[in-house]
């Protein structure tokens, strides 16, 4: 696989469930990011790591727990979500010093 | 603080035709600019990138931007439009300042180009 590639690409969860997005990034990066797209709303940076360190958290909700155990995977847990929680969720990866982002194909979740 | 705006939510122009879409920021110092574009149910793709040196940036299929420091502009252009180009295109700025190495980009709120034929 090449690239940065996101499982499961869709996911119907209730609001009870726990669940986890998967990201990996097969192009020897060392920052990792999540982002949630929602429909009319500008992108919005969740969590970033920079030498798998969390180095930016931007007010997410706790029920979101961001999870990078090597430079390569990163991880979104999710847990008692609500449905205004359904969104595009996108993860990047980048070289800290280059900065432009290269991202995966996302995951639609819906929250029921 | 860092900003990006794209004024126009939506670009319409014929097939053929030069399109311009349009991209102005504001950072403390020196910026770093990209492009990026999103298809439908798909992730963002790096369409280009400024950093220094000549104003007018070549990226992937055909697009080019022109840095404009005096009115600290950024605009996507292309000579001529195919239908292909329908898509979401943003703009992102990134701040030169951060610690451990990271540097913050900030996203524009995107404007949907769309093609007619």
């Known amino acids: 696989e090449t690239g940065v590639t996101q499982t499961p690409r869709h996911l119907v969860m209730g609001m009870t469930n726990k669940k986890s997005l998967k990201c990996e990034q097969h192009?020897?990066?060392?920052?990792m990011y999540w982002y949630k797209q929602s429909a009319k709303k500008p992108l919005e940076l969740m969590f970033v790591?920079?030498?798998?360190?969390?180095?930016e958290n931007n007010s997410v909700p706790s029920r979101f727990s961001p999870e990078c155990p090597n430079s390569s995977h990163l991880f979104l847990h999710l847990h008692t979500l609500q449905p205004e929680d359904s969104a595009l969720y996108l993860c990047?990866?980048?070289?800290?010093?280059?900065?432009?982002?290269?991202f995966g194909p996302g995951t639609r979740l819906t929250v029921t | 603080a860092q900003s990006v705006a794209q004024p126009e939510d939506q670009v319409n122009v014929a097939e053929g035709n030069p399109l311009t879409v349009k991209c102005t920021y504001s950072?403390?110092?020196?910026?770093?600019l990209f492009w990026y574009v999103q298809y439908p149910n798909r992730g963002l793709q790096f369409l280009l990138k400024y950093i220094t040196g000549d104003n007018l940036v070549k990226g992937s299929y055909g697009f080019e931007a022109e840095f404009n420091k005096s009115q600290t502009s950024f605009h996507l252009k292309k000579p001529s439009a195919l239908v292909s180009d329908s898509a979401l295109y943003f703009c992102?700025?990134?701040?030169?300042?951060?610690?451990?190495?990271?540097?913050?980009?900030?996203f524009g709120t995107g404007t949907k180009l769309q093609v007619i034929p």
């Open positions: 192009l020897g990066h060392n920052a």
């Open positions: 790591y920079s030498l798998e360190e969390r180095v």
């Open positions: 992102a700025v990134r701040d030169p300042g951060g610690s451990g190495g990271y540097q913050k980009v900030t």
């Open positions: 990047a990866s980048s070289q800290v010093t280059s900065g432009e982002q290269y």
């Open positions: 950072v403390s110092g020196n910026p770093y």
